[in-house]
């Protein structure tokens, strides 16, 4: 930033914000139109490194903000106007801060004088988002009176925040009228005089480096690896990741049970349908004899699989990048608040101690009985197909409530790396759609799919407007079940009225017109093979693509029963035998 051709204070200080944002490494913002937010929108819209991206809803443009930076792993910004715009972020902020997603809010606000005497759109903005954000800084109103190192360095120290702990920020930035450019001119050739060295240099106003820590392993590391151990995969940040860790469970010859949002559940070394085995006692009991447990990554989909953990009493080794707890059952154990990769360097493999391998032998067999029931046209048979029709390397978002959860239970075991993405801090069901649009924004030109339910899709009706925005494939699967069919498998009232009118409000709806009003390609297949076909044609089409699968409201649970009952009848009494894999 050399200089300027600002005519007021606040685009003189909108400037240096969004500059330093960009010297931070922060290249993608995303703004919704407002008045007072002015001063920032132009200064980012006129920086030669800045992104801009727009959407009329803050709501969707928060998600679609966090979609962005799940995808690039690395900061982006948010701008808005004051008042309840910044609300509106509240729910993306949540996810974000639950799942060490790094967002930027940069809210624009009124100044004091005007809050609290019932001027327009102001509303107390100073720490609305409280405890979930990492830091919250707010700036004193523009003005020459306050120099510019100050300016540079608040927003130096909360960037340096974010770097330490993985989260969004809160910047709330006042702003006197004027600010916009045909307004009043100030002279502010002087202004800068304090900054100059940062102007004509390219780096941050603050640099703070913190040294290393070289991770040293466990003492007894090599005995531990004499154990009977098993790997678990919870959510990670990358495929890289998964399997890295997949590799080192294949090394140590130790079962590997991989969550869909591993991005790594296809692997081969994974024992791919844990979820159903555990339906079994004597799988459970098998699996039970585990001597020691290493978790990478947390917020596990499978209730069954953390009520195993919950009753185990092998010791217990945690390991990942957020410093949160990772057992929702408050467990003894060892944890590690480490990037998996770096904590994996640290524990080289020397021991192969191939303790379970009829465990697998029982997963081959769930394999068969599953496949026999997916070729009539269900969210079952989407669920278990979409991991093999998805392309390598690309990116499959799936929504919350009964899609996560098939998807977890049943997808087809396959050797595709595709980067799994999910909103599974808070679990809402609501920005789902927005948060895919950004991680297809970040992705170019690679295919994205999105797999929600129907209320998910009601809930973010209004970011179909952004689909229209994008180039590459982008493929949605909206599986309706007239309402909430996810309360089918939980044990509600007898009376169905009551089910209907309190849980699952069947709306009676279909997306048809939707996807024509906002001009998306729309099919709606009747078949298994139609669906597959309709799928694979939608990839390879620039743009978006809405395929709607119409299912009875109970077809899910019914299945999800079915093949429950069948796996308990299975024979796995081999699975009790004495050092079968010794």
Same mark, same amino acid.
């Given at each position: 930033?050399?200089?300027?051709?600002?005519?007021?204070?606040?685009?003189?200080?909108?400037?240096?914000?969004?500059?330093?944002?960009?010297?931070?490494?922060?290249?993608?913002?995303?703004?919704?139109?407002?008045?007072?937010?002015?001063?920032?929108?132009?200064?980012?819209?006129?920086?030669?490194?800045?992104?801009?991206?727009?959407?009329?809803?803050?709501?969707?443009?928060?998600?679609?903000?966090?979609? &962005?930076?799940?995808?690039?792993?690395?900061?982006? #910004?948010?701008?808005?106007?004051?008042?309840?715009?910044?609300?509106? @972020?509240?729910?993306?902020?949540?996810?974000?801060?639950?799942?060490?997603?790094?967002?930027?809010?940069?809210?624009?606000?009124?100044?004091?004088?005007?809050?609290?005497?019932?001027?327009?759109?102001?509303?107390?903005?100073?720490?609305?988002?409280?405890?979930?954000?990492?830091?919250?800084?707010?700036?004193?109103? &523009?003005?020459?009176?306050?120099?510019?190192?100050?300016?540079?360095?608040?927003?130096?120290?909360?960037?340096?925040?974010? +770097?330490?702990? #993985?989260?969004?920020?809160?910047?709330?930035?006042?702003?006197?009228?004027?600010?916009?450019?045909?307004?009043?001119?100030?002279?502010?050739?002087?202004?800068?005089?304090?900054?100059? $060295?940062?102007?004509?240099?390219?780096?941050?106003?603050?640099?703070?480096?913190?040294?290393?820590?070289?991770?040293?392993?466990?003492?007894?590391?090599?005995?531990?690896?004499?154990?009977?151990?098993?790997?678990? &995969?919870?959510?990670?940040?990358?495929?890289?990741?998964?399997?890295?860790?997949?590799?080192?469970?294949?090394?140590?010859?130790?079962?590997?049970?991989?969550?869909? +949002?591993?991005?790594?559940?296809?692997?081969?070394?994974?024992?791919?349908?844990?979820?159903?085995?555990?339906?079994?006692?004597?799988?459970?009991?098998?699996?039970?004899?585990?001597?020691?447990?290493?978790?990478?990554?947390?917020?596990?989909?499978?209730?069954?699989?953390?009520?195993?953990?919950?009753?185990?009493?092998?010791?217990?080794?945690?390991?990942?990048?957020?410093?949160?707890?990772?057992? $929702?059952?408050?467990?003894?154990?060892?944890?590690?608040?480490?990037? $998996?990769?770096?904590?994996?360097?640290?524990?080289?493999?020397?021991?192969?101690?191939?303790?379970?391998?009829?465990?697998?032998?029982?997963?081959?067999?769930?394999?068969?009985?599953?496949?026999?029931?997916?070729?009539?046209?269900?969210?079952?048979?989407?669920?278990?197909?979409?991991?093999?029709?998805?392309?390598?390397?690309?990116?499959?978002?799936?929504?919350?409530?009964?899609?996560?959860?098939?998807?977890?239970?049943?997808?087809?075991?396959?050797?595709?790396?595709?980067?799994?993405?999910?909103?599974?801090?808070?679990?809402?069901?609501?920005?789902?759609?927005?948060?895919?649009?950004?991680?297809?924004?970040?992705?170019?030109?690679?295919?994205?799919?999105?797999?929600?339910?129907?209320?998910?899709?009601?809930?973010?009706?209004?970011?179909?407007?952004?689909?229209?925005?994008?180039?590459?494939?982008?493929?949605?699967?909206?599986?309706?079940?007239?309402?909430?069919?996810?309360?089918? @498998?939980?044990?509600?009232?007898?009376?169905?009225?009551?089910?209907?009118?309190?849980?699952?409000?069947?709306?009676?709806?279909?997306?048809?017109?939707?996807?024509?009003?906002?001009?998306?390609?729309?099919?709606?297949?009747?078949?298994? +093979?139609?669906?597959?076909?309709?799928?694979?044609?939608?990839?390879?089409?620039?743009?978006?693509?809405?395929?709607?699968?119409?299912?009875?409201?109970?077809?899910?649970?019914?299945?999800?029963?079915?093949? #429950?009952?069948?796996?308990?009848?299975?024979?796995?009494?081999?699975?009790?035998?004495?050092?079968?894999?010794?």
């Amino acid at each position: 930033m050399k200089h300027t051709t600002a005519s007021n204070i606040s685009l003189l200080w909108a400037q240096l914000i969004i500059e330093s944002l960009y010297r931070g490494g922060i290249n993608q913002v995303f703004m919704a139109p407002g008045s007072r937010s002015t001063p920032l929108t132009l200064a980012a819209h006129e920086h030669h490194g800045i992104t801009l991206h727009s959407h009329f809803d803050e709501r969707g443009l928060g998600y679609c903000a966090l979609g &962005a930076a799940k995808a690039q792993q690395a900061p982006v #910004a948010i701008i808005t106007t004051s008042g309840t715009a910044v609300a509106n @972020l509240y729910p993306a902020v949540i996810e974000a801060k639950l799942t060490g997603a790094p967002l930027i809010i940069l809210s624009a606000d009124r100044p004091t004088e005007l809050l609290q005497c019932s001027a327009n759109q102001a509303i107390d903005q100073v720490g609305i988002f409280a405890s979930h954000v990492v830091t919250s800084v707010n700036l004193a109103p &523009a003005g020459t009176e306050i120099n510019a190192n100050y300016l540079l360095a608040q927003i130096g120290q909360a960037l340096y925040l974010q +770097q330490q702990q #993985a989260g969004p920020i809160h910047i709330n930035c006042p702003f006197r009228e004027p600010f916009y450019p045909k307004e009043k001119s100030q002279d502010l050739r002087h202004y800068l005089a304090s900054i100059n $060295p940062w102007l004509r240099s390219e780096s941050p106003y603050i640099n703070k480096s913190v040294p290393p820590s070289k991770l040293l392993p466990i003492d007894n590391w090599p005995e531990l690896q004499t154990k009977k151990g098993l790997i678990i &995969a919870g959510q990670l940040a990358n495929t890289e990741q998964a399997y890295e860790i997949a590799s080192f469970a294949q090394a140590l010859g130790w079962p590997l049970l991989m969550d869909i +949002q591993s991005s790594g559940k296809g692997h081969p070394w994974s024992l791919h349908y844990y979820d159903q085995l555990l339906h079994h006692p004597d799988f459970y009991a098998a699996l039970n004899q585990v001597e020691l447990i290493i978790q990478f990554g947390c917020r596990l989909v499978s209730k069954r699989l953390q009520q195993f953990l919950q009753a185990s009493s092998a010791q217990f080794i945690g390991v990942q990048s957020q410093a949160d707890l990772m057992d $929702p059952s408050h467990g003894m154990g060892s944890y590690f608040h480490i990037d $998996p990769v770096t904590w994996l360097t640290a524990h080289p493999v020397a021991q192969h101690h191939p303790w379970a391998a009829h465990l697998y032998q029982a997963d081959a067999e769930i394999s068969q009985l599953i496949a026999a029931q997916s070729h009539e046209l269900s969210e079952f048979s989407v669920a278990h197909g979409l991991s093999r029709l998805v392309p390598d390397n690309s990116a499959l978002f799936i929504g919350n409530s009964l899609p996560v959860r098939l998807m977890d239970m049943f997808a087809e075991a396959n050797s595709k790396q595709q980067q799994i993405f999910t909103n599974r801090g808070a679990s809402g069901i609501d920005g789902l759609l927005a948060s895919a649009i950004g991680v297809s924004k970040i992705l170019d030109h690679r295919p994205v799919t999105l797999l929600l339910g129907d209320t998910s899709l009601l809930h973010d009706l209004n970011s179909m407007a952004l689909l229209k925005q994008l180039k590459n494939p982008f493929v949605v699967i909206v599986l309706n079940n007239d309402g909430g069919s996810i309360f089918n @498998l939980l044990p509600l009232p007898d009376d169905q009225q009551t089910a209907r009118e309190c849980y699952q409000l069947p709306h009676g709806l279909n997306f048809a017109n939707a996807a024509a009003m906002f001009g998306v390609n729309y099919m709606q297949p009747k078949e298994q +093979q139609e669906f597959e076909l309709d799928y694979t044609s939608a990839l390879i089409e620039p743009g978006a693509t809405l395929i709607e699968i119409t299912v009875p409201a109970k077809a899910s649970s019914e299945m999800i029963s079915t093949i #429950a009952a069948q796996i308990k009848q299975l024979d796995f009494a081999y699975l009790l035998q004495p050092d079968l894999s010794a």
